[in-house]
């Protein structure tokens, strides 16, 4: 038996028919679900719930409680000699403007306020800018920390998805963006170092499987950050340097080990640069190693609360190159329901990784 409530609403209304489901929560992406249904195609009820093109509202109820809010997206039917269902693809609803522009006020206007979105922000900060492109698909967003300063002036493209705009301004102020458990778009500042919520060991249940994801072309030993010439103050440009790459290349060592990348930061005055470029270096690492903790046997800590993206943990897993005790961050939780059996995956990165932090030190050194 389950020890845990799981519910699956669609449009409205509970559906019971359902297997195989797995909630995707994440701390710098939308959230997403996927389940799969018989395929009745001869029952009226099954081709109104799952019309392709429907984006019907879906919501994941656990013990009672909204733990996903979103809408589907994708209904694929899976059709086999021996079996017929239909699976199931849905996002949470800020997902939408990872797909669509800014409104222009043709056609249907949107809501709050009906009509045109303008182009460009003269002086607002990131929360009153966000909300303004978010207010057409009556979306609220909920900031977690000061939006901090006012940008100058910043322009979405006609033909430019809005989510593509946010996330860079986001991480120029710090933030990376997700949604809320009821469907709101979620503003919130990665932690850099917190209370663990559980030590694994390899070899110690309830740790069964360690999956290293190493990418060393997304690893560089500098970061060269541009900004440009604005209203008369002269441009600038800022180096950041890998303290655990290329440091002997002056001394004479290894040409390989020099791997420069440059960027331009479109909105960061001159005094800012030398920060965002040291903030770049240290995002790097979320891209650069991550690790897949694989088949955990419930879906909450020891301390029974829900495994949570944005959460800390500690690894010691000499099989993965873990070959210390290390804090990392819990970047993406996946919890599964198939039969009568829960399980969790957590995808983890080095902290620091989203806040713009270096690390102190590397698992493997």
């Not at 607002?124 to 901090?148: N, V, W, Y």
């Not at 990376?176 to 979620?186: F, M, Q, R």
């Not at 917190?194 to 970061?223: A, H, I, M």
Request: proline share 8%; charged share 25%.
């Amino acid at each position: 038996m389950l020890d845990e409530k799981i519910e699956l609403v669609i449009a409205g209304k509970k559906f019971a028919n359902w297997f195989d489901l797995e909630v995707t929560l994440s701390v710098d992406t939308f959230d997403s679900v996927g389940f799969s249904a018989p395929f009745e195609p001869d029952r009226k009820e099954f081709r109104d719930t799952f019309k392709p093109f429907g984006f019907a509202a879906v919501q994941v109820l656990l013990n009672g409680d909204p733990l996903f809010t979103g809408t589907m997206i994708d209904v694929s039917p899976q059709i086999t000699a021996e079996t017929k269902s239909v699976a199931v693809k849905c996002y949470a609803f800020p997902g939408v403007l990872c797909d669509c522009t800014a409104p222009t006020g043709v056609g249907y206007k949107g809501r709050r306020p009906k009509g045109a979105i303008r182009t460009e922000f003269k002086k607002l900060s990131l929360q009153a800018i966000a909300q303004q492109l978010c207010d057409p698909f009556d979306l609220d967003c909920e900031f977690r920390g000061d939006p901090g300063p006012r940008f100058d002036r910043v322009a979405i493209k006609f033909e430019e998805k809005i989510h593509s705009f946010l996330v860079p301004l986001a991480k120029q102020r710090g933030f990376v963006i997700t949604n809320t458990e009821d469907g709101k778009v979620l503003f919130w500042r990665t932690i850099k170092r917190g209370v663990p919520v559980v030590d694994f060991v390899e070899g110690v249940p309830p740790l069964t499987s360690v999956r290293p994801k190493f990418n060393p072309q997304d690893c560089y030993s500098q970061v060269s950050g541009y900004a440009p010439a604005k209203r008369g103050k002269p441009g600038g440009v800022s180096v950041a340097l890998s303290p655990f790459l290329g440091q002997t290349l002056e001394a004479g060592g290894p040409i390989n080990e020099y791997r420069p990348i440059s960027c331009k930061f479109d909105d960061t005055e001159r005094a800012d640069a030398a920060d965002s470029a040291k903030a770049k270096l240290a995002r790097m690492y979320a891209n650069m190693c991550s690790w897949d903790i694989e088949d955990l046997p419930t879906w909450r800590d020891p301390d029974g609360k829900l495994w949570d993206p944005n959460t800390s943990l500690t690894l010691l897993a000499p099989g993965s190159m873990i070959y210390k005790q290390s804090e990392l961050l819990v970047r993406e939780v996946k919890l599964r329901q198939f039969s009568d059996k829960l399980s969790a995956s957590l995808s983890t990165v080095l902290p620091g990784a989203f806040s713009g932090e270096m690390p102190e030190t590397l698992p493997w050194l």
